[in-house]
């Protein structure tokens, strides 16, 4: 069975600041296999309040796609739970190179490193890295102000890619449609790109589901003004519009892939 539990499915700094959607990330499930995607603020406690728990000393890997607080905030609250304190070294961290350098004002602490004995440096198409059940593939370098990759999550039963943060460019399309995903998470930040920064739109979404044709599309990572139109309605809108089942996570949310 492969799952996705969305922890939390807000984005940018208005959002996150008051908690107007959580920011924990996600949790995928897969045969036995537990790894949580972009571990935000409050990712910790968003976790353990689940029912059932989200139990992060069951974690097989942490993973960033990025290195941006709303992504990464709570990785060494993450990493100490899933290693106990650092009493019980397990698992696998995987992030690019500037998360982790000391010399690029890294996210990840040197000190939790050590706790976990396996790391792989998310970069331009790397992989297969296992973790587990799962075969874990970096995308394409996306456009954005610091290190930012796509993720691509292979099981037995399913195939679940992960857009982050990007300013849409046509190679994403090419990147994507190669991995021919079950499930394609995108985080639709804007609704219309009105202040031109590197974040995907509404409109983005649809050029992305209308290319990669994935078997289901989920957005989730809403600003302030993707929360105002509601993301459930403007979801219908993508449906209708492409023939792809599409989605808008929210809080909590379970979605049985497989």
Same mark, same amino acid.
């Given at each position: 069975? =492969?799952?996705?539990?969305?922890l939390g499915t807000g984005g940018a700094r208005? =959002? =996150? #600041?008051?908690?107007? !959607?959580?920011? +924990? +990330?996600f949790w995928l499930r897969a045969d036995g296999t537990n790894v949580h995607v972009d571990p935000g603020p409050g990712a910790l406690v968003r976790a353990l309040t689940q029912l059932p728990p989200c139990d992060p000393a069951l974690l097989d890997a942490i993973v960033l796609s990025h290195? /941006? %607080?709303? /992504? #990464?905030?709570d990785v060494n609250a993450m990493i100490e739970a899933m290693c106990q304190g650092g009493w019980r070294p397990r698992g696998a961290l995987c992030a690019p190179r500037d998360a982790l350098d000391e010399a690029q004002q890294p996210v990840v602490l040197p000190y939790a490193r050590r706790f976990v004995p396996r790391e792989w440096i998310v970069e331009a198409h790397a992989g297969p890295f296992e973790i587990g059940a799962v075969e874990l593939r970096a995308s394409l370098r996306l456009e954005h102000p610091v290190e930012a990759y796509g993720l691509h999550f292979r099981t037995a039963a399913a195939r679940v890619s992960y %857009?982050?943060?990007? !300013?849409?460019f046509d190679a994403i399309v090419d990147d994507y449609k190669q991995h021919a995903p079950d499930v394609l998470v995108m985080n639709i930040l804007r609704y219309r790109d009105s202040m031109d920064v590197d974040h995907l739109t509404i409109d983005d979404a649809r050029t992305l589901i209308d290319g990669i044709r994935p078997g289901v599309a989920i957005m989730s990572h809403f600003g302030t003004r993707? %929360?105002? !139109?509601d993301p459930a309605r403007l979801a219908y809108e993508l449906e209708d519009a492409t023939g792809v089942k599409t989605f808008a996570a929210y809080d909590g949310w379970v979605y049985d892939v497989a």
């Open positions: 069975m =492969v799952s996705l539990r969305f208005w =959002v =996150v #600041a008051k908690q107007i !959607r959580s920011s +924990g +990330g290195k /941006h %607080l709303d /992504h #990464a905030g %857009l982050p943060c990007t !300013r849409y993707m %929360l105002e !139109r």
